[in-house]
């Protein structure tokens, strides 16, 4: 290493700035800053030397600093250090931070966390794959022999003086910072709140940490449990929105055979799913398909006794996910041989339906594909609550019973991504259609009943022309 004073102005034009490094430090405080700046203003200079990546000149250590000096045209001192690749500089940034004293506790569990993450993806398993290659179903996440990841959790909680349970806590806690991080929610947002607010963050349909983050961005002094319970209430804005777009307008005229309407890229289909003139109007590719089969959920006439007839989907979603209701789970299983791949659960917090036991106060969700994975990094749970306006017997949800629109934002928020095309193959009156809508994807509707088809065209028309606009 090889150390040198120069002004600031002959050592700025030489040291590159890397945005991804700069980005990897834990933010100051506005105080902590000043303080700083006060600090190196009084000695004429910052006395502790910057690093600099000797083959690179990029900047490693000392952003702060260097922003302060180049600020007020001060002299700082540098410390040229190799090093082998962009890894070890990173580890070289998280062990000088994790020596700072008075660092934030949760600042230090994210770099820990961090760590421990980064140095089991180097270590390759038999198959020459690391050990968060995608799996599913029952395989854990972890691949290489316990022994192994042992071996990392015990190395780094003896470094640290922790224990191996509190390594793995913060590699989890570490993940839910970085997903918020992705999503546009700042790390610091993420610190200033408690580990248990930022891992139920993470876990929000990312429709959700999309407002979360806006949010964020609108009111910067908006704390992150805040801006959740904001976010929150905009989920129920959109869901309440979508049960009053229902208008007093003429049916559709259904010219064509199957019937059809297009409407701001969305296509409502008339006819059996499992007609092939209906099979013939879908893409050869499609990322999700829904399914709310009628399966004896309510005494309608139209609610009887399903037969399951549509695996044809399995061949061109890349996901389907069916809702048999609980008590038709069996039933349904038997009759489907598409690849099963997991199941998703979502309580409601006030249901009252019936079930074996007295209440069945939860929805199930089977999820098959035949791609090897569907890793998301997400839980496979939800909670929400039925409010007056989505129960059938208001009929907000339409002629025949549909999931709540808040169930239907987070499980397409998990299995489809934006601009994703989606299939409903029991359209009913098409709040699938309206909820894909505001989560910025293409759905394809389709419904055999003539009358509910006509109730689904004008409950989309309208609540596109409405300008499907929610506020908070």
């Given at each position: 290493?090889t150390?040198?004073?120069?002004?600031?102005?002959?050592?700025?034009?030489?040291?590159?700035i890397?945005?991804?490094?700069?980005?990897?430090?834990?933010?100051?405080?506005?105080?902590?800053?000043?303080?700083?700046?006060?600090?190196i203003?009084?000695?004429?200079?910052?006395?502790?030397?910057?690093?600099?990546?000797d083959?690179?000149?990029?900047?490693?250590?000392?952003?702060?600093?260097?922003?302060?000096?180049?600020?007020?045209?001060?002299?700082?001192?540098?410390?040229?250090?190799?090093?082998?690749?962009?890894?070890?500089?990173?580890?070289?940034?998280?062990?000088?931070?994790?020596g700072?004293?008075?660092?934030?506790?949760?600042?230090?569990?994210?770099?820990?966390g961090?760590?421990?993450?980064?140095?089991r993806?180097?270590?390759?398993n038999?198959?020459?794959?690391?050990?968060h290659s995608?799996?599913?179903?029952n395989?854990?996440p972890?691949t290489?022999?316990?022994?192994k990841?042992?071996?990392?959790?015990a190395?780094?909680?003896?470094?640290?003086?922790?224990?191996?349970?509190t390594?793995?806590?913060?590699?989890?806690?570490?993940?839910?910072?970085?997903?918020?991080?992705?999503?546009?929610i700042?790390?610091?947002?993420?610190?200033?709140?408690?580990?248990?607010?930022?891992?139920?963050?993470?876990?929000?349909p990312?429709e959700?940490?999309?407002?979360?983050?806006?949010?964020?961005?609108?009111?910067?002094k908006?704390?992150?449990?805040?801006?959740m319970?904001?976010?929150?209430?905009?989920m129920?804005?959109?869901?309440?929105?979508?049960?009053?777009?229902?208008?007093?307008?003429?049916?559709?005229?259904?010219?064509?055979?199957p019937?059809?309407?297009?409407?701001?890229?969305?296509?409502?289909?008339?006819?059996?799913?499992t007609?092939?003139a209906i099979?013939?109007?879908?893409?050869?590719?499609?990322?999700?398909?829904?399914?709310?089969?009628?399966y004896?959920?309510?005494d309608?006439t139209?609610?009887?006794?399903?037969?399951?007839?549509?695996?044809?989907?399995?061949?061109?979603a890349a996901?389907?996910?069916?809702?048999?209701?609980?008590?038709?789970?069996q039933?349904?299983?038997?009759?489907?041989?598409?690849?099963?791949?997991?199941?998703?659960?979502?309580?409601i917090?006030?249901?009252?339906a019936?079930?074996?036991?007295?209440?069945?106060?939860?929805?199930?969700?089977?999820?098959?594909?035949?791609?090897?994975?569907?890793?998301?990094?997400?839980?496979?749970?939800e909670?929400?609550v039925?409010?007056?306006?989505?129960?059938?017997?208001?009929?907000?949800?339409?002629?025949?019973r549909?999931?709540?629109?808040e169930?239907?934002a987070?499980l397409?928020?998990?299995?489809?991504?934006?601009?994703?095309?989606?299939?409903?193959?029991?359209?009913?009156?098409?709040?699938?259609?309206?909820v894909?809508?505001?989560?910025?994807?293409?759905c394809?509707?389709?419904?055999?009943?003539?009358?509910?088809?006509?109730?689904?065209v004008?409950?989309v028309?309208?609540?596109?022309?409405?300008?499907?606009?929610?506020?908070?």
């Open positions: 290493m150390g040198q004073v120069l002004p600031s102005q002959d050592l700025a034009s030489k040291i590159i890397d945005q991804a490094f700069r980005e990897r430090l834990s933010p100051l405080e506005p105080f902590s800053f000043q303080e700083l700046e006060q600090s203003i009084r000695y004429g200079g910052a006395d502790d030397p910057l690093v600099v990546w083959e690179t000149d990029i900047l490693v250590d000392g952003h702060h600093r260097y922003d302060v000096c180049l600020k007020h045209g001060l002299p700082f001192k540098i410390i040229r250090k190799s090093f082998a690749s962009r890894e070890a500089v990173e580890r070289f940034i998280d062990s000088r931070q994790l700072r004293r008075n660092l934030n506790e949760n600042v230090k569990s994210y770099l820990i961090k760590r421990y993450r980064e140095e993806k180097e270590i390759p038999q198959d020459g794959k690391n050990q995608e799996v599913m179903g395989e854990k972890d290489l022999p316990t022994t990841l042992e071996r990392t959790s190395k780094i909680a003896a470094e640290e003086g922790m224990s191996e349970k390594v793995r806590n913060a590699a989890n806690y570490a993940a839910a910072v970085d997903t918020l991080a992705e999503q546009g700042s790390k610091n947002a993420a610190f200033e709140s408690s580990r248990a607010t930022v891992k139920k963050a993470a876990n929000l990312e959700q940490r999309r407002i979360v983050a806006d949010l964020l961005h609108q009111e910067p908006t704390k992150l449990n805040r801006a319970s904001k976010a929150r209430k905009v129920e804005t959109l869901a309440a929105h979508i049960a009053d777009t229902t208008a007093d307008l003429p049916n559709e005229p259904l010219t064509e055979e019937p059809v309407v297009e409407i701001d890229g969305h296509l409502l289909l008339c006819g059996d799913n007609d092939q099979r013939a109007r879908l893409p050869a590719e499609v990322a999700l398909a829904f399914c709310d089969p009628p004896n959920s309510t309608e139209w609610d009887g006794q399903h037969v399951w007839q549509q695996d044809y989907l399995a061949e061109i996901v389907v996910a069916v809702t048999p209701g609980i008590s038709a789970i039933d349904f299983m038997r009759q489907t041989a598409m690849p099963y791949k997991w199941s998703t659960a979502c309580f917090k006030n249901g009252m019936r079930g074996a036991l007295g209440f069945g106060n939860w929805m199930y969700t089977a999820v098959f594909s035949a791609k090897p994975s569907i890793h998301r990094n997400r839980q496979d749970v909670e929400i039925i409010r007056n306006r989505d129960k059938h017997e208001d009929h907000s949800l339409g002629a025949k549909q999931k709540p629109p169930y239907l987070w397409f928020g998990l299995l489809a991504n934006r601009g994703d095309v989606i299939i409903d193959a029991f359209a009913g009156s098409g709040t699938s259609v309206i894909a809508h505001q989560l910025g994807m293409r394809i509707a389709i419904e055999k009943d003539k009358d509910t088809y006509q109730a689904m004008r409950r028309r309208m609540f596109v022309a409405n300008g499907n606009q929610v506020s908070n």
